[in-house]
C-alpha cells in the first residue's frame, strides 16, 4: 500500500541552525511534492512545491530536494528561528487519475532561542 | 483578500446526532476539498469537488457522511448518527484547476474542531 513516512519525533534545534526534515514515499510515483507549515488549531499552509523532474528548490531560507530514485524528499530551514516552530507536512499528488493531494503526518519542529 | 472560510470553528454534538458544516472556498477556485485530521496525523482526503461535481470519495467515507456543492460555490459536509470516532478536526480547501500538469497547491481554510460526546 502507499505510505508516506515523515519523522514522528519531534525535531529539536537551537536558533540560527539548520533544521532538515525528510519525507519518504513507497509504492508512488508523484507528479509533485509540496511542502506545508501548520501551526497548532490551524490549517496547512502552502510553502513549496516540486516537480518529479527538479532536484532542487529555493524560497528564501527555504530549500526541498526531490529524489524520485530514493522516493524521499529533504526540506532545509537555513538560520531557522523561534517563529519557525510548527508542524510541517508534505504532501503528494498530481497523478493524472490521482489528483488529490496525499499528506504525510507531519513532523512538528521546535526552534529554541 | 478572503480565504477559505469554515464555519463553526467548534462543534460539539452527542453521539447519534447529525451535524453539518459549511466551507466558503476562495471566489475564483474551482475546487474545493475535504479533509480529516486527528491529532498527530496528517490531513486525510475525504472527498472533492470540480465545481459542483464531486469526482472521488474515500473510503474513510461511510454512508453517514455526505457533501454537495451546489452551484459549485460553498458546500456543506454532514454527518448523520455521528460515533465517538467522528470526532476530528475538518478541514476544507480550495485550489484552481486548469487541467494537465499543474502547479495545484491549496489553500486550507482553519477547519472546523468536532467533537462527539
Known amino acids: 500500500s502507499q505510505k508516506i513516512e515523515q519523522n514522528s519525533e519531534a525535531l529539536n534545534i537551537q536558533e540560527g541552525k539548520t533544521a532538515t526534515l525528510t519525507c519518504n514515499y513507497t509504492?508512488?510515483?508523484?507528479?509533485?511534492l509540496q511542502w506545508y507549515r501548520q501551526d497548532p488549531g490551524r490549517g496547512p499552509v502552502f510553502l513549496l512545491l516540486?516537480?518529479?523532474?527538479?532536484k532542487e528548490k529555493r524560497k528564501e531560507r527555504l530549500k526541498v530536494t526531490f529524489d524520485t530514485t530514493l522516493k524521499q524528499s529533504l526540506f532545509h530551514i537555513t538560520a531557522s528561528q523561534p517563529a519557525d516552530s510548527a508542524t510541517y507536512l508534505c504532501?503528494?499528488?498530481?497523478?493524472?487519475?490521482?489528483?488529490?493531494?496525499?499528506f504525510g503526518t507531519g513532523t512538528r519542529l521546535l526552534v529554541s532561542p | 483578500d478572503t480565504g477559505v472560510s469554515q464555519d463553526p470553528r467548534h462543534k460539539i454534538t452527542k453521539r447519534g446526532q447529525n451535524v453539518t458544516f459549511r466551507c466558503d472556498p476562495i471566489?475564483?477556485?474551482?475546487?474545493l476539498y475535504w479533509y480529516r485530521q486527528t491529532l498527530g496525523q496528517g490531513p486525510e482526503f475525504l472527498t472533492y469537488?470540480?465545481?459542483?461535481?464531486?469526482?472521488?470519495k474515500s473510503r474513510l467515507l461511510s454512508d453517514r457522511f455526505s457533501a454537495e456543492r451546489p452551484k459549485g460555490s460553498f458546500s456543506t459536509l454532514e454527518i448523520q448518527r455521528t460515533e465517538q470516532g467522528d470526532s476530528a478536526m475538518y478541514l476544507c480547501?480550495?485550489?484552481?484547476?486548469?487541467?494537465?500538469?499543474?502547479?495545484?497547491?491549496?489553500?486550507f481554510g482553519s477547519g472546523t474542531q468536532l467533537s462527539v460526546l
Open positions: 480547501a480550495s485550489s484552481i484547476w486548469t487541467g494537465g500538469r499543474t502547479n495545484e497547491k491549496l489553500f
Open positions: 509504492n508512488y510515483s508523484p507528479a509533485y
Open positions: 516540486i516537480r518529479e523532474n527538479e
Open positions: 504532501a503528494l499528488g498530481g497523478r493524472a487519475g490521482f489528483q488529490k493531494l496525499v
Open positions: 471566489s475564483e477556485h474551482n475546487r
Open positions: 469537488f470540480q465545481n459542483e461535481a464531486q469526482l472521488e
